[in-house]
């Protein structure tokens, strides 16, 4: 079955320091990855894909992820946190299950304290 | 910020009511969704359409019904609402032509139904 899983439901970091917010899949064929991060009241906002290419993948507000096939998982990583980081974040993938759709994960909630 | 838009963000009314929560984008997407989201959880696709006259429902079943008579509006009704349609619903678009993929989405409408 194609899935996407986020192992925690909450990741608590001091800000200043590294962050890494996990996730993994499940598809066949190629994957396409994604990572949204929602901020309290709003829509969700899209921060980074990957689609092929580099493994490593730079988005919005200095996150990036990294790509690892043999390990199935698109974990996102910041290298300093920001307590205006603090959110809600999503991974998702495009994936065929009777035609093209993006499944979500269950969200990861991040808090960075000052 | 994404050209999507979504009417009202909040809306409080009485059980039995008929509601209609707008949708409309700029961007000349032919792909939008529809998700159900209780706050600060995972999202559910409940319609999502591929083009004018188009609609399907998604992986949770709802009472709601969609329309897509224009390309940029995809609004969403709920003819008779009760409380457990109290929920935050997020609307979403998407380039099926450009081979992007990620979604934009709005603001979200926050629904209770007393």
């Known amino acids: 079955a194609q899935s996407v899983a986020q192992p925690e439901d909450q990741v608590n970091v001091a800000e200043g320091n590294p962050l890494t917010v996990k996730c993994t899949y499940s598809v066949s064929g190629n994957p396409y990855l994604f990572w949204y991060v929602q901020y309290p009241n709003r829509g969700l906002q899209f921060l980074l894909k990957?689609?092929?290419?580099?493994?490593l993948v730079k988005g919005s507000y200095g996150f990036e992820a990294e790509f690892n096939k043999s390990q199935t998982s698109f974990h996102l990583k910041k290298p300093s946190a920001l307590v205006s980081d603090s959110a809600l974040y999503f991974c998702?993938?495009?994936?065929?299950?009777?035609?093209?759709?993006?499944?979500f994960g269950a969200g990861t909630r991040l808090f960075v304290k000052a | 910020e994404a050209d999507i838009y979504q009417t009202p963000r909040y809306l409080v009314i009485g059980t039995g009511k008929k509601i209609t929560l707008e949708c409309s984008q700029t961007m000349g997407h032919d792909k939008m969704y529809w998700y159900q989201q209780d706050p600060g959880m995972e999202l559910h696709l409940i319609h999502y359409?591929?083009?004018?006259?188009?609609?399907e429902k998604g992986d949770l079943s709802s009472e709601s019904t969609v329309s897509r008579i224009r390309t940029e509006h995809f609004p969403l009704t709920l003819e008779s609402a009760r409380p457990s349609h109290t929920s935050q619903y997020l609307c979403?678009?998407?380039?099926?032509?450009?081979?992007?993929?990620?979604?934009?989405f709005g603001p979200g409408t926050r629904l209770t139904v007393t």
């Open positions: 998702a993938v495009r994936a065929y299950t009777g035609g093209f759709k993006t499944i």
């Open positions: 990957y689609i092929t290419g580099d493994n």
């Open positions: 359409s591929y083009g004018v006259n188009s609609t």
């Open positions: 979403a678009s998407s380039d099926g032509t450009s081979q992007i993929y990620e979604q934009y």
